[in-house]
């Protein structure tokens, strides 16, 4: 036999809308998703999981078209990183890892390392 799933387990209970509530009724213009922060008591949500949850929220309460979603995130590296992050429903990305990257094999003038990637 196979147990049935309960109705609890479909539901992204482990994300707290109430910001983002909020933050659409007040009237701010972004939303931004971070995964800086992250420490032994808080631990980093996948930033496709979590930008597909509050996209779907917020087109469930009609408010999506009224706010834009910023992803802040150390995961996307490639280019099909960025393309389903835009899918899932990100306005704007910040690779603040990717950056750091660049910049620091800039300041290290390693221009070969930049061409090579």
Do not use: C
Not at 21 to 33: P, Q, T
Not at 71 to 80: D, F, I, K, L, N
Request: avoid cysteine; charged fraction near 30%; aromatic fraction near 8%.
């Amino acid at each position: 036999m196979k147990p049935e799933r309960e109705e609890k387990d479909l539901n992204w209970q482990w994300i707290n809308y109430v910001p983002t509530r909020r933050a659409v009724d007040e009237g701010k213009n972004y939303i931004i998703l971070s995964d800086r922060g992250i420490d032994e008591n808080r631990a980093p949500i996948p930033s496709l999981m979590a930008v597909s949850a509050v996209h779907h929220h917020l087109i469930e309460k009609r408010k999506r078209m009224q706010i834009d979603i910023v992803v802040e995130s150390a995961e996307p590296r490639e280019v099909m990183h960025f393309a389903l992050l835009f899918g899932y429903g990100a306005s704007i990305i910040n690779p603040y890892l990717s950056f750091a990257v660049i910049d620091r094999l800039v300041k290290e003038k390693h221009p070969a390392r930049l061409s090579e990637s």
